[in-house]
């Protein structure tokens, strides 16, 4: 029993990580129903960026933090403008084979700038592991579990609770609607794409603390395929479930199957969980069912 509490509690902190990875290409699905492929790339390079500021110019965290979300989002939101915004008008379809290319683009910026090497990446937050009986639960997926979930939390108030939350959320249902009442969608969608790039940095800063950074880190990124489709697409609520169902059968799996010789298996368990899912719900958990007449 203590070991499955320990495997469940250990999804959860994990689990709210992708869960924030889930949110960032939702709310970009929402207002444009464009899937940003490049989402590896932008954690990598959001981390990156953080990672300049606090151990090159030795900032503090405090500052350190809220200047490279900045910069992450002033990132995305160049990327946005570039990239995305000559597209508006076009298919969905048209804004998703851009986030391929700039998926290829941005690692061999990130592979140019930085090279391919692992950098050595600890935040060396306050310790504060928790023991608990049998259980152990370390302190830096403890510190993820609760930057993360913060980070949920501003991104909802931001949402729901702002007027342009309200904006966004408008643009998300029509744009043309929205524009029809005043609101400027195109800068609302460069907010959007500021905004997602933020969530990911804390994903990735977050992810990297574990131990390194490096270009590879990107392939974390792919996680966030399984949260959404399990979530739901367009659901805001479903990528925190579909990110906290990844989580736990991640860590289930390693637990309960590799050691029966299955190395390896808790990073395919997602997938097979997110198909079984859409076998059942091809929509997602929490995705609004669509019904189309031809």
Known sequence: MTALVQSLGTGILIGLVYALLGIAIVIIFKASEAFNFAIGEFLVVGSFLFYVL???????????IPL??????????????????????????SMTMITLGLWFFMRACVQL?????????????????LELGGL?????PIWAGIF??????????????????????????????????GINARFILLM?????????????????NFGALSVGSAIVGLR???????????SIGGALAGG?????????????????????FKDVAPYFVMLIVLFIRPYGLFGTVRIERV
């Open 136 to 140: 152990f639960f370390l302190s830096d």
């Open 54 to 64: 606090f151990f090159d110019y030795g900032l503090p965290i405090l500052i350190a």
């Open 224 to 234: 966030a395929i399984p949260v959404v489709l399990i979530g739901g697409m367009d």
């Open 68 to 93: 490279g979300l900045l910069a992450a989002g002033i990132v995305g939101g160049l990327i946005e403008w570039f990239t995305i915004k000559p597209l508006l008008g076009r298919s969905p379809i």
């Open 113 to 129: 700038i930085w090279g391919s090497h692992s950098y050595s990446f600890f935040l060396e937050l306050p310790d504060i592991t």
């Open 148 to 181: 993360s979930l913060a980070t949920f939390g501003l991104v909802l108030i931001f949402l729901f609770r702002t007027r342009w939350g309200l904006a966004i959320r408008a643009v998300s249902e029509d744009q043309a609607k929205a524009m029809a009442f």
């Open 192 to 208: 959007i794409w500021a905004i997602s790039a933020a969530c990911i940095t804390v994903a990735g800063v977050m992810i990297s």
């Open 244 to 264: 906290l169902i990844i989580g736990i059968s991640e860590s289930l799996a390693g637990t309960y199957i590799e050691p029966y010789g299955l190395v390896g």
